[in-house]
């Protein structure tokens, strides 16, 4: 059972680089999700997608983008890559919007 | 995560009851959960409640929810040293919007053999 996997699991860029996170779920769920861990904070809510080719702003869009073209991947992409994007990225799914969260292991996220 | 507030750090001794305590401000909260964080791993939903429920027991976890005061806890029962992780609460507000959860920063729970 694979559940969430997301992959890179560590990545170094520098600044004004630009890279692609991916997550791919198994589970045939509907609803993705992309946040962010940062020291002190809960997560934080980035994009997030309702099914496949939907997505919808979260929390902290400003940077990022992301992209739903099958149902079971939801690709977060970095632009122009800033340090203060330096962070932990925690991609999750759910079967409905009401129906808890399945969470990935992340993506340890560091630029220089 | 300014809507839902932890303490920062627990420290109990191995065999004692944890208590994890959280705090919310939203009042239509529909769902609230309890994930656990080890070192370096992803979120691991533990437990949730529904808002309509007083208590909801699943073997050693016990989760007590009072909506006048909008309180959440967790209590683990005869901690084991696996039981060391980060404790987040989280609620879930309504339908659709753009915060789906709503994450505390975290208890980070500390057992001692």
């Known amino acids: 059972n694979a559940g969430v996997t997301q992959t890179p699991k560590f990545r170094v860029l520098k600044t004004g680089q630009s890279m692609t996170l991916l997550c791919a779920q198994d589970m045939n769920h509907e609803y993705m999700y992309w946040y962010r861990q940062d020291p002190g904070m809960g997560l934080r809510l980035i994009h997030y997608s309702v099914g496949e080719g939907t997505t919808a702003k979260g929390e902290v869009p400003d940077g990022y983008n992301v992209s739903r073209l099958k149902k079971q991947n939801f690709l977060l992409g970095l632009e122009s890559a800033a340090p203060s994007q330096t962070s932990v990225y925690f991609c999750?799914?759910?079967?409905?919007?009401?129906?808890?969260?399945?969470f990935g292991d992340g993506t340890r996220l560091s630029i220089l | 995560g300014e809507d839902v507030e932890q303490s920062l750090f627990l420290s109990v001794r191995e065999g004692d009851s944890s208590v994890i305590n959280c705090t919310y401000t939203d009042s239509s909260s529909t769902y609230l959960y309890w994930y656990k964080q080890e070192p370096g791993a992803g979120l691991q939903l533990l437990t949730y409640?529904?808002?309509?429920?007083d208590m909801k027991q699943d073997q050693r976890l016990t989760v007590l929810l009072n909506k006048k005061d909008k309180h959440l806890s967790l209590r683990i029962a005869d901690t084991q040293t696996g039981d060391s992780a980060i404790y987040f609460c989280a609620e879930r507000i309504g339908l659709g919007g753009r915060r789906a959860l709503t994450f505390g920063s975290g208890t980070r729970l500390q057992v001692q053999p």
């Open positions: 999750a799914s759910s079967p409905e919007q009401l129906q808890p969260q399945h």
């Open positions: 409640i529904f808002s309509n429920m």
